[in-house]
């Protein structure tokens, strides 16, 4: 009985290691698909940023070009009007 045993023993611990290389092979292939999606989501986000920080620029540059126009929108008709004024007045 004790060979019956040693041997069912022996194919457990066959089956356990077995099972320990795979999922050490499993923990190993996890550890290195995490990394390269970790690195892909590193990457997405600077591109993110990137675009952001341009994004902001340009509707900064946009905004100071806009006051920059409509400040002198409003100062054109002004001078406008006052010349035409101005102009009926002295003939």
Do not use: C, I, W
């Amino acid at each position: 009985m004790t060979s019956t045993s040693e041997m069912t023993l022996e194919k457990k611990f066959k089956a356990r290691m077995k099972n320990y290389q795979a999922v050490s092979s499993s923990k190993v292939e996890f550890e290195k698909q995490n990394e390269y999606l970790r690195k892909q989501l590193g990457n997405e986000m600077k591109q993110k940023q990137k675009a952001l920080k341009s994004l902001a620029a340009s509707v900064h540059d946009n905004e100071e070009a806009n006051n920059l126009n409509s400040s002198s929108r409003e100062e054109e008709p002004l001078r406008r009007v006052r010349g035409a004024r101005r102009t009926p007045q002295e003939k």
